[in-house]
């Protein structure tokens, strides 16, 4: 009995693509990313319960001492754990935390517990293939204490009032209002109004004793009235200004100097590219616009990812205001 | 004019519940909104329709103030270290509860109301300034205290004696 003429010619055809996929294949794991693991130069001073939990669900991305299971080293899935890997280092890194200043290693522990609490780490995908490796209410809550107990020192036990006192009288006698704001890197503008615009939020920031008040323009405002905040309609600004908290030798912690002012502007045309919000911060009296490269924009929507189901917004803002 | 404004205040808190009660439309659920932190009764004004003057945290009483001004209060406030606030003034300083935000670990948000308090430097018979003070407390919101002063003394001095944060 012979074989049909067309058999064999899809025996051909499937043997064919199997080689040129299986060279294909081959060919890419000559480029497939290496992850190296640098020295350790100053890990994470934690309890060993707090370690073992970072250990278990955090340091395979956050640290030098990246473990890769076997299908995390075949290309294309390696170039992602590679890119992920990179990312992850340069954002929080365990294995050179104790490099940063204080204040800064307590500001990325609380972002830490931030991510795992809003469900945005360990990444959904890594959960996925490395069942037991998401952070379990009881491992969190353990974080949580720890992490609290990091917290700078109460601000309204002092008396620290006259910087801020001097950094205001210098302001005023400089008149510098009139002076020209400069866009950021990414163009986005600075709005000199917000501070003619109405309060929608204050936080009180105990992770790094700064006192943060949100102010909507006319358009937030409105959208809120209308509850149309999610998403939030073309023309919001959001602006959040931050103040040092400063005690005033009577107990309460005062806004002291001003440290910035960060405005999310919506355009969903112009910032396509940037999640429908243009993303910009000022620093100091001067206002400079921080960062010299689009990094910021990618650290601003890292930090406000976790939000992402409530338009990148961090605020649940009061109602009221019209 | 204060007739006024209390109206529309209570006609605000009529429609602020009333959105809340019709929020599926766009999928906005009520979590999005601090609803626990609105001002609900009768004020005579509105101090969340002001400009942001000032703003302090007593981590000991777990309390957070906003101090609001009206035009000429908030003109006042930011440009001056000295000197008495101006007729027409109207300085309003809202405390609020703490509560941990459900949205970043080490931040408090503002809770319940605690109290509303009102400095306004009215014009006198004698064409010196004269002072009133009023306070708001409970939910909803109601007058506790209402006093006229020739000289600011106690809560009074110390809500005129608010300036503002620096806001360049």
Redesign the interface.
Known sequence: MSVPTHWTRWTNVIFWLSGIVAMAFLALQLKTARIQNPPITAEIQAPPEVKSILRHSCYSCHSNETKLAWFDEIAPISWMVAHDVQRARKHLNFSEIGNLPIADQHLVLFDAVNQIQMGAMPLSTYRRVHPGSAVTPEQLEILRAYVASQAPPDPSASNDLATSDRQRALWIESNASKRRVEDTVGGVPFNPDYKHWKQIGITDRRDNNTVRIVLGNDVAIKAIAENRINPWPDGTVIAKATWHERGDGTGLARAGDFVQVEMMTRDSRKYRSTVGWGWGRWLGPDLKPDGKTADLRNACIDCHNPLRNHDYIFTTPMRGQQ | MRHIVRKSFML??I??LG??GC?GI????S?????A???SGSLPY?P?????V???????DAT?Y?V?GNGEAVGFA????EGNYPVGSIVSLVTWT?RP??????????GAIRSVEFASVLSGDDHRPIYLYEEYQGSPLKVVTSQRQTIPAGRLAYLLAQ??????
Request: one cysteine or more.
């Open positions: 605000a808190g429609c602020l959105a809340s929020s766009h999928h906005q659920g979590n999005n909104f601090n609803d932190a609105a001002l509105n969340l329709q002001w400009s942001v000032t703003s302090a945290v007593s981590r000991s957070v906003t609001f930011r440009s001056s270290s703490q935000s459900p949205r970043w670990f080490g931040g408090m948000i503002p300036r503002g944060a620096l806001m360049p």
